[in-house]
């Protein structure tokens, strides 16, 4: 969680000031794409435990659903080298941004401000749903469990 990646930011910053790799300013972003992280994790915690509440079944078909996320999101592989016709995969999910924009930040290269802007929004709309989804069904979780 949060501990596990402050502790991970200081052995890094540390290592960094060490063997005298320049940190740049572009670090001092890092606090925005962790609350964009947590947001998104809120978010989807929220949607997916209230849905599953509803329909039990989801549970099994989660960790597919999370498996195909992963492969969808940059995290292994830049997003330049995605042909045209599927970016605007990477474009709808919410996680691209947050990736690239962590990336950039640690390794030093330009901010894709537009796929940011776009994951920022996907962001606040899905934690904003989620959370209207969530009270909704949150006064029938007594009857359903």
Same mark, same amino acid.
């Given at each position: ?46 949607? &997916?435990?209230? !849905? *599953? ?5 989801? #549970?099994? +078909? @989660? ?5 195909? $996320? ?21 474009? &709808?999910?919410? !996680? *691209? ?5 962590? #990336?950039? +930040? @640690? ?5 894709? $401000? ?25 006064? *029938? ?5």
């Amino acid at each position: 969680g949060l501990v596990d990646l402050a502790v991970a930011s200081v052995v890094l910053i540390g290592l960094a000031l060490y063997y005298r790799v320049a940190l740049t300013w572009s670090l001092t972003l890092l606090p925005l794409f962790v609350m964009l992280t947590l947001l998104l994790a809120l978010g989807v915690g929220m949607l &997916i435990s209230a !849905l *599953t509440v509803r329909y039990r079944d989801l #549970r099994h +078909a @989660l960790p597919f659903i999370i498996q195909l $996320w992963m492969f969808a999101s940059p995290v292994i592989y830049p997003s330049g080298i995605v042909p045209e016709k599927w970016r605007w995969v990477l474009a &709808i999910n919410p !996680l *691209t941004g947050i990736i690239e924009g962590f #990336r950039s +930040a @640690l390794v030093g290269g330009s901010f894709d $401000w537009t796929t940011i802007s776009i994951s920022t929004a996907l962001t606040v709309c899905l934690f904003v749903c989620s959370l209207y989804v969530f009270q909704r069904i949150e006064e *029938t979780f007594a009857d359903l469990i």
